[in-house]
């Protein structure tokens, strides 16, 4: 399995046409990484492209390949993997669709494949797949052209069933929490969610384990290797194809059969494995856990300007299974002496706000008061945001402090009239390791997700 | 209650302090909107404001005001409405707080002024309220600094029991869909939800009601009043205070008690009310209403760039009601004659695009074929931008021609590398009037809405 992420070449077997998909934006793509290992293309149309030599086949190339990508015609494709395993090449990716996903003759094209890859000991991840990323190595061979290459480092793997993840689909540059590998599992007609998860057990450089599944192929094994891996890095999974319709789509899109949602639910929380609901959840559910310290308990101190957003955050809370702390004495009295009013919580700054000039001072304190708590688990701030009086800094500033003061998870939701000084209050606030979420009740969730995980590892299991 | 809206003329009492609350702002903040209307600030500590004239007292200002906004401290209320009443001001707004969201006596400084309004005859939006805002006037009296006074004008009102609604706290330039009217209730100890619905009801600007709720203080009443105007325009309502938490939090943020949520889901369905689940949904499901006709049918089409997508939305699909289109012979008989595999629904056009060198000049004709289907009632769209090829204006070329040939609902989903590209293609499309939703969860959140609101006013209640 490491060859797919750690290659020291790679073959690249297909068109090298200028365009949006293809060979051309793939060796392009590891270029912009910054790969440092050899790449082949491979082709005997071209003599070189993007200053590097072509090859007119594989056994062409000098030596042979760690790994090979295939972007050929279904049909061709068994051919090809006879040729790559006669150069001693055993990880391949079919980037290749046509299989299973399309149609009868796809099915058994797909199975072609499986049944020679086995006679011939490859792995294959694929077919219909995006392919891996590394963001250790600048191994990012995506085949479709994103306009950028360079990944952020994160400790955060991400795995689909779905090309949804890989940098073509999704603005990683943006998300201030990087990623450790990426992996399309494509039609997954071998390297399976098992695979990967067993690999990203091992490797050091993930943390949290983040995957988009329709369909599990062997649940009894997935379901043992998830609740081993999920005692040591959680494990989140949004599973699509949950009702009958959504399955059918999932067959034609993947060729999978899905498994049945209440199986798989009450599955979940014997292994620990902590369920997503939303697309945006994959990339979105992980930096709770990537970034901030693990929650020792399920009560919530909440911070707000306003009222309204408080009652939506307890409302959610309930849901979550979190409840909404009680102030101890000492964190009530400071509040209170701050300014009237504030010792309770959810603690409401917004009437404070309006009466007093400069509030902003008081933050730290505020903030100290209720994460100083020890009737507090973890923090949820509401903060408005306005371009004017240099609020962002003190903001910033005020968090700044927490980070070496408190080990307790801290997730903020942002509003205000200004979107751009929401986005640079955010992306300012992440820069300095602090979650923030576009809604509250993401913020909510997020913390629900963290006290799922700790009661789960504290108990060995959910339910 | 038109007189809160379309007044001639606003006394405006409190502080004219230069800051980010209070009257300074507030007198910013119409002249900002363009208010034409006259602005008698009142208090005997300042002389003009803005380059308008303060009066001593409101027994100074020429003639009368049709309304007066109050922000002084909660004890002097009740003699100020008192003045009021004096000067034949019918309609006040309290912005002041420290009432029955406070404690023990603010809940009796709210029912003197109850009683004392009462008696007087006056209508009270209010205590602790951020106020109101019409569009069409430039009648914008918000109390807190904005940065921006100039409202888009559309046809959704929204109305909330928090401040989180008004311009402070919401970027409404960002919203492509304008705004009729806003109204925060806050205590509403006398202007509640059914005088807005009533009013709202007959107001020709008005075309879709979005609420915030944490309270219903006369269920009855709401319920038969709702079920009458949705007959007419969509309700949308959030009801905060759901659960047991949540419930008593809202006591403390307006002072006021929650109904049983059970009894308020079923009233619900009952009255034909839309119920929506997430803060941010009362900014963005009325767009559904505002900018697409009307749904006849639940028979969603899918045209999707991505297989993973299309399984996750028809997961939704099935959450809300929705089934997932057969295309019918002619249209699969088009689209497969475009590109194999292209006919049927989810239409994915994935291989197309990466096989297909100019594939967008089909796009046009792929979304006539999907649209032009008796047997489908409503499209949700995925869609790919990248900031290369002209992409997004071939995206919008191809959207403008639906705008005309097809009455059906169009929903679309935008993703893509590069978050400047994404938000390029949405704004354009929301400028010739196609929504666009952040997640293809809420794309088919806002179809089925969309749904239900056709079944209500089809056979009279939801259930």
């Not at 903020?412 to 809604?439: H, K, M, N």
Request: proline letters at 5%; charged letters at 20%.
């Amino acid at each position: 399995m490491d060859r797919f992420f750690n290659p020291r070449s790679i073959a690249i077997i297909g068109s090298f046409r200028e365009g949006y998909f293809g060979g051309y934006v793939m060796v392009h793509s590891l270029l912009g990484a910054g790969y440092e290992g050899s790449i082949f293309p491979v082709n005997p149309g071209y003599r070189e492209i993007h200053g590097i030599k072509v090859y007119p086949s594989l056994r062409d190339i000098p030596g042979t390949a760690d790994v090979a990508v295939v972007m050929i015609n279904a049909r061709s494709v068994t051919a090809m993997l006879k040729e790559c395993a006669d150069q001693g090449i055993r990880s391949v990716v079919v980037v290749s669709d046509g299989f299973a996903e399309r149609d009868e003759e796809g099915v058994r094209l797909q199975q072609e494949v499986v049944s020679f890859a086995g006679s011939l000991g490859l792995r294959i991840i694929g077919p219909n797949t995006a392919g891996v990323v590394n963001t250790a190595n600048g191994f990012n061979p995506c085949p479709y052209e994103a306009g950028y290459y360079k990944l952020r480092q994160g400790v955060t793997a991400i795995c689909a069933q779905t090309g949804m993840i890989n940098p073509q689909a999704f603005a990683y540059p943006d998300m201030r929490f990087g990623v450790s590998k990426i992996c399309d599992f494509g039609n997954k007609c071998d390297v399976d969610e098992c695979d990967l998860l067993e690999y990203l057990e091992e490797d050091g450089k993930t943390e949290v384990i983040s995957m988009y599944l329709e369909s599990i192929l062997n649940g009894p094994r997935f379901m043992k290797l998830a609740s081993r891996v999920a005692t040591k890095k959680p494990v989140l999974v949004l599973k699509a194809g949950r009702t009958e319709d959504g399955a059918k789509a999932s067959e034609s899109h993947t060729g999978s059969l899905a498994m049945d949602d209440r199986i798989f639910e009450a599955a979940c929380a014997q292994a620990g494995i902590l369920r997503l609901d939303r697309f945006r959840d994959i990339f979105e559910m992980p930096k709770i856990f990537s970034s901030q310290e693990r929650l020792s308990g399920n009560r919530v101190g909440i911070l707000t300007v306003t009222g309204g957003v408080a009652v939506v955050a307890i409302d959610e809370c309930a849901k979550q299974g979190l409840s909404v702390a009680s102030l101890g004495q000492d964190a009530a009295g400071a509040l209170e002496k701050l300014f009237v009013g504030l010792g309770k919580n959810p603690v409401d700054v917004g009437p404070m706000m309006a009466a007093v000039p400069n509030a902003f001072d008081l933050y730290p304190k505020i903030l100290g008061a209720i994460l100083g708590d020890r009737n507090v688990d973890a923090l949820f701030t509401v903060l408005w945001a306005t371009p004017a009086g240099n609020v962002i800094s003190r903001y910033v500033e005020a968090y700044e402090r927490l980070k070496t003061q408190f080990k307790k998870p801290v997730v903020s939701w942002i509003y205000g009239p200004d979107a751009g000084a929401v986005a640079e209050l955010a992306g300012r606030l992440e820069q300095i390791g602090f979650p923030v979420y576009d809604t509250p009740e993401k913020c909510i969730r997020a913390l629900g997700l963290a006290w799922k995980y700790r009661r789960c590892t504290a108990h060995g299991g959910i339910a």
